[in-house]
């Protein structure tokens, strides 16, 4: 169902311009790459980033879309930190959700599985970057479809299960979204129609 595109399709000299780098890990540079270009080429405004961590992302994010967007970021509270491995307390980091994010941006603490979506009314955009197993990111998107979301961006969309879960949720949504996979990294995201 994904539409395979290449690194270069997204990324370009012209979109890339200003993107804050993101080393982390082998491999997040292109990751991040591509959701900074998306970003800027699909311009929303209202924007809801589904697994904060550190705030790594959510800077980038922020950079990305400029001063005059509204980014919310969620993650789980402290309390129910023990049910991610994505949480940085079990990543022996601490509480320490969204403090590498020092751009204006709004924490929401709460289980993206019980989290009233309704509560923000609309976004432009998503980015799902939280749990690496089949029902967090099939649930996160058909959430983030309920939000009229016009661009949805995927992280990890590699893992098998992640994958699966996102082919699953749009098979309904064919006639609303195209979806495409970008190839050596590991990023999916929909685009509504």
């Known amino acids: 169902m994904m539409i395979n595109q290449e690194f270069s399709d997204i990324v370009n000299d012209e979109l890339a311009h200003g993107a804050i780098l993101n080393e982390e890990y082998v491999g997040f540079r292109e990751d991040y790459l591509v959701l900074h270009c998306l970003l800027r080429k699909y311009r929303p405004i209202k924007f809801l980033e589904i697994g904060t961590n550190m705030g790594t992302g959510t800077k980038i994010i922020k950079n990305a879309l400029g001063p005059d967007s509204v980014v919310y970021s969620l993650d789980l509270p402290t309390e129910l930190a023990h049910i991610s491995l994505q949480h940085?307390?079990?990543?022996?980091?601490?509480?320490?959700?969204?403090?590498?994010?020092?751009?204006?941006?709004?924490?929401?603490?709460?289980?993206?599985?019980e989290f009233d979506y309704s509560s923000l009314e609309y976004v432009d955009g998503c980015f799902i970057d939280g749990e690496h197993d089949y029902e967090h990111?099939?649930?996160e998107a058909k959430e983030a479809i309920k939000l009229s979301a016009e661009i949805i961006v995927f992280h990890d969309a590699d893992i098998e299960?992640?994958?699966?879960?996102?082919?699953?949720?749009?098979?309904?949504?064919?006639?609303?979204?195209?979806?495409?996979?970008?190839?050596n990294t590991r990023i999916a995201y929909a685009i509504a129609k």
């Open 161 to 183: 299960v992640v994958g699966q879960a996102i082919n699953d949720c749009f098979d309904k949504h064919q006639d609303t979204y195209d979806v495409y996979r970008v190839l």
């Open 88 to 113: 940085p307390i079990n990543e022996g980091k601490g509480d320490s959700v969204g403090h590498r994010c020092d751009l204006p941006f709004i924490q929401l603490r709460a289980d993206s599985m």
């Open 137 to 139: 990111p099939f649930h």
